[in-house]
């Protein structure tokens, strides 16, 4: 679905490429995190799926497709973007217009536009939202219907640069929910560039950008236990990961899981089972 080969993107700075030689692929219906510290080049990096910014060397294939100038157009309509900040994508005076306005400029049939806008805000739950302004919405409401335009134009990639960062806890849960019901669809291939642990965790494969190149490709789960990577990526061991060490420090082993559910059935497990120990039976 997407190839890099070699891929470089200079910059002002052709002294010092700010990524350099970046090979990998991602399979279709794929969600793929992107990490890496603050300025590491991961927005530049997505940034150069669609063209935003043009690469400076290497090839980019989408869907069997080499990244030119003379295809940008139509691979662009199979790449959809969602920002940091929902506000910087809102072109219309209302969530409605805004929606609509990527559908007009593909000159699609005016019942087709109806019928995608009322799919998608129906979708995402923002069907009493068409008729507001953008300023009025809360964040969580922003970015549901920056991503209901982005799925209006019915893109089979959809990337999210940092599209959690700005939300509360709350609205951040609800888009990362929104995110696995899109990959659980099968439609979408999804790249999400983030920091958040529990996105992270969600996601089926973890690129690490470090010093400008593939640090790691690995599995979320693997991610967590190297130390050395995650400082290198201005992360930290999640607070289970820290947990999990924590207990094995005092003695008490637990298998190493992800999902605070699992954890919590585990310490439960581990609670029934110490108890158990320590409970007589009188005799008869």
Request: overall charge negative.
């Amino acid at each position: 679905m997407i190839e890099l080969n070699q891929v470089s993107y200079t910059g002002r700075d052709e002294n010092k490429p700010l990524l350099h030689r970046i090979s990998f692929n991602i399979q279709e219906g794929q969600w793929v995190s992107i990490i890496g510290k603050n300025g590491c080049g991961k927005s530049t990096l997505v940034k150069l799926l669609n063209r935003l910014l043009p690469s400076s060397g290497g090839s980019i294939i989408i869907d069997g497709m080499e990244l030119t100038p003379l295809t940008v157009g139509s691979i662009r309509e199979q790449v959809g973007m969602v920002f940091p900040n929902p506000d910087n994508q809102f072109v219309g005076l209302t969530v409605m217009d805004d929606m609509v306005f990527g559908l007009e400029n593909r000159c699609l049939d005016l019942k087709l536009m109806q019928e995608r806008v009322a799919h998608y805000a129906d979708k995402l739950q923002i069907t009493h939202l068409l008729d507001r302004h953008p300023s009025q919405l809360s964040g969580g409401q922003k970015q549901r219907a920056a991503l209901a335009a982005v799925l209006a134009m019915e893109p089979r990639i959809v990337i999210f640069d940092e599209a959690t960062s700005m939300l509360d806890e709350k609205s951040k849960h609800d888009m990362i929910q929104m995110m696995q019901d899109m990959k659980k669809s099968g439609q979408y291939t999804l790249i999400s560039v983030t920091h958040d642990h529990d996105e992270i965790t969600a996601s089926d494969r973890v690129l690490a950008l470090v010093d400008g190149a593939i640090g790691a490709d690995c599995k979320p789960q693997d991610i967590w236990t190297q130390d050395r990577l995650l400082e290198a990526c201005g992360l930290k061991p999640s607070f289970l990961v820290q947990l999990g060490r924590e207990l094995q420090h005092r003695g008490i082993e637990i298998s190493p899981h992800l999902q605070e559910k699992e954890v919590i059935d585990a310490l439960w497990e581990l609670s029934l089972r110490t108890s158990a120990i320590r409970i007589t039976i009188p005799e008869a």
